[in-house]
């Protein structure tokens, strides 16, 4: 390419000065040209071969561990369309999809409003996962994602967690139990949730005063814990509340009650996997 360059240069200067012939300028001028679709070919085909070294090596685009190879040395890949030749696990982190109903939305909506998270600083939102035999929620992570829509059809978010996994105890496919936490911790009111009842007025709670007359109460409720349901408002750490016989208990009748003491159990809340 150099050799042609320099030549055409030569005898456009001897042409020029009317010492070469118009045949040698034509000559030299054809060669450069020449040269140069040969470069540009010669180019080409070294992207080429590049590219195709390129197929030699499979990049994965995260680490993660290859399951068993589905082809064997030898074999032609690709010849009819893309060949999967392995699967690649990501373990640590791990994800968890779930959902979580309507109702939960509003719950976290509300403690995001109360506590003054903001939807950047929701994906530190607590998130607490189980396995079918564990006690509790051993593992931790935060929300990672959560759809903007909710699914008409079932009522619920779909929603995902992402937890570190570094003793990769939990697998891929693994069903788990989520529970959502909350974003700090403070004491609450419980009640049974099947103690709750609902009008139009929204959720209620029957309430027995001093005399033991049944009183209607409305509540605000929060998060459910196990069988428990937080309340926000409306109930007090004196009030007793009916949580047996609740349909025989008339607003304004006068009851005979015995007085029961109920304890939390864990929370199963969303299945996840």
Do not use: C, W
Not at 151 to 174: H, K, M, S, Y
Request: aromatic content about 4%; overall charge negative; glycine content about 8%.
């Amino acid at each position: 390419m150099k050799q042609a360059e320099a030549e055409f240069e030569r005898q456009s200067e001897l042409a020029s000065r009317q010492v070469a012939s118009k045949q040698a300028l034509d000559n030299a001028t054809a060669n450069r040209d020449s040269a140069r679709a040969r470069l540009k070919q010669a180019e080409v085909d070294t992207a080429q071969a590049a590219l195709n070294l390129g197929y030699t090596e499979v990049k994965a685009p995260f680490d993660g561990i290859v399951t068993a190879r589905r082809v064997s040395l030898g074999e032609l890949v690709g010849a009819n369309g893309p060949t999967q030749l392995a699967t690649i696990v990501q373990t640590a982190p791990i994800y968890v999809n779930f959902t979580i109903n309507e109702q939960e939305v509003l719950n976290i909506r509300a403690d995001m409003r109360r506590l003054g998270i903001t939807a950047a600083e929701l994906k530190q939102y607590p998130i607490e996962v189980g396995l079918q035999t564990d006690e509790g929620y051993p593992y931790r992570g935060t929300l990672d994602y959560v759809s903007p829509t909710i699914d008409r059809a079932t009522g619920t978010l779909a929603v995902r967690a992402i937890l570190p996994n570094r003793e990769q105890v939990l697998v891929p496919g693994n069903f788990v139990r989520v529970r959502v936490g909350a974003a700090d911790e403070h004491d609450s009111l419980l009640v049974p949730d099947a103690a709750l009842g609902t009008d139009q007025g929204g959720r209620y709670l029957l309430v027995l005063d001093k005399n033991n007359v049944v009183e209607q109460h409305k509540v605000a409720i929060g998060p459910k814990v196990g069988d428990l349901r937080v309340v926000e408002s409306g109930l007090t750490a004196d009030d007793r509340v009916v949580v047996a016989g609740i349909l025989r208990a008339i607003p304004g009748q006068k009851v005979d009650p015995q007085l029961e003491t109920v304890a939390a159990t864990p929370a199963t809340a969303a299945g996840g996997k």
